[in-house]
């Protein structure tokens, strides 16, 4: 019983580290595309420079692609199979909260004889407090080099970081999980 208590709280915390930092996921395809014949790829500078990111963030975006695509067994090529291409966007989201009772709020409060005015239980100062935070959407399109056909589209949405070393792990996150639904099928 010692054991299993000292594990519920960690148990706890993963849970909700994992619930934070979920990304949706999501792929749509052509059906008639035959995706074993695609062996290389190049990325489609002219849908690229559309996205309306930060160039560090569409080259942060990039090299992840790149490597996905690598480790896929894929090779980068001037006479590609694929051209890539992707957009993203974003939404803020606004959370206010407002604290007007509860413990730490200032007021006439506090426990049995060390009650008084000070940080306690009672009426606060009213103060709303808001936090910010931005869900974004990463979209990546394999377009038929060929045939100038979108051939397969993967999203990924999740919140974003601000904090750059964070950001750039989050980036990697959120295109390993998108580049694991292609091909069509592989994932299963």
Not at 101 to 122: F, N, V
Not at 136 to 163: C, F, H, P
Request: glycine letters at 10%.
């Amino acid at each position: 019983m010692k054991n299993f208590l000292k594990t519920v709280p960690i148990l706890a915390l993963l849970i909700v580290a994992t619930s934070c930092s979920s990304i949706r996921v999501a792929a749509d395809y052509d059906k008639n595309a035959t995706f074993n014949d695609y062996r290389t790829f190049a990325f489609f500078k002219t849908g690229i420079d559309k996205a309306e990111i930060s160039d560090l963030d569409k080259r942060r975006i990039l090299r992840a692609i790149e490597a996905e695509l690598l480790a896929k067994g894929y090779s980068k090529s001037e006479n590609p199979d694929l051209l890539v291409s992707l957009f993203t966007k974003s939404q803020q989201r606004v959370d206010v909260y407002n604290n007007a009772w509860g413990y730490g709020a200032w007021g006439w409060g506090g426990w049995g004889p060390w009650g008084g005015y000070g940080p306690g239980w009672g009426w606060g100062w009213n103060q709303p407090t808001a936090s910010v935070s931005t869900q974004g959407t990463l979209y990546i399109d394999l377009i038929d080099a060929n045939k100038k056909e979108l051939v397969w589209q993967g999203m990924g949405t999740g919140y974003l970081s601000r904090n750059m070393e964070k950001k750039e792990a989050r980036i990697k996150e959120f295109v390993a999980e998108i580049i694991a639904k292609y091909p069509p099928g592989a994932q299963q």
